[in-house]
């Protein structure tokens, strides 16, 4: 089967660092995808890699291990308005994304 | 700025009826997609189309067709609504190729079906 692991919930402070792993079991990689969705909002893409490593694009981060299929979202200096769900998505084939459940970011002041 | 419209935000239909949801994109991509999104489930695929009149079954088509005649409009057709298929609808959007892969979501329309 196919098949993407990630917390259902996690909790963190105002200006601290929290990470979001994701495992995934899938026919065909092409990459890993990051996306956030508010509340009665639609998905909006963070981060998407195709290599192993890290990438960074501001106070997010996005790491890749293709051996250990296996990945994670970083967040720093949390904002009360990252307080989102976030999603991993494999990129199976040319066209299709195959999605985890959703990490629902909880920030406390 | 990138645009994916959806026909409706809120749609209530009974059981039995024909639905039509539509979605429109703005930016000549060429793949287009129907995802549902129920909470703990995460978003699954319905359908998508790569092209003009080409279309093919996702995870989960069982209930639904779909008509894509013009490249920027994909709509997603429910033949005969079931209180199942209650759930957000999300229209997304993308090109193909190498390079950073991103699919663009319309804003979703909420059915429920009573």
């Known amino acids: 089967g196919q098949s993407l692991e990630q917390p259902s919930e996690v909790t963190a402070v105002e200006g601290a660092i929290v990470q979001i792993n994701c495992t995934y079991q899938?026919?065909?990689?092409?990459?890993l995808s990051w996306y956030q969705q508010h509340d009665g909002g639609a998905p909006t893409f963070l981060s998407y890699n195709a290599l192993d490593g890290l990438e960074e694009t501001g106070r997010f981060s996005s790491f890749l291990s293709r051996s250990d299929s296996y990945g994670y979202l970083l967040l720093q200096e949390l904002q009360m308005k990252d307080s989102a769900s976030y999603f991993c998505a494999v990129r199976r084939s040319n066209y299709q994304l195959i999605w985890g459940a959703g990490t629902k970011l909880i920030i406390k002041p | 700025d990138v645009k994916v419209t959806q026909s409706s935000r809120y749609l209530v239909k009974r059981t039995g009826e024909k639905v039509f949801l539509e979605c429109v994109q703005d930016?000549?991509?060429?793949?287009m997609f129907w995802y549902r999104q129920d909470p703990g489930l995460g978003l699954r695929l319905i359908y998508f189309?790569?092209?003009?009149?080409?279309?093919e079954k996702g995870d989960i088509p069982e209930g639904y067709s779909v008509s894509r005649e013009k490249k920027e409009r994909f709509s997603l057709i429910l033949e005969s609504a079931s209180t199942n298929q209650t759930s957000m609808y999300l229209c997304a959007s993308s090109t193909s190729g190498d390079g950073p892969y991103e699919q663009y979501f319309g804003p979703g329309t909420r059915l429920t079906v009573t």
């Open positions: 899938t026919s065909g990689f092409y990459g």
């Open positions: 930016m000549d991509h060429e793949n």
């Open positions: 189309s790569y092209d003009v009149k080409m279309k």
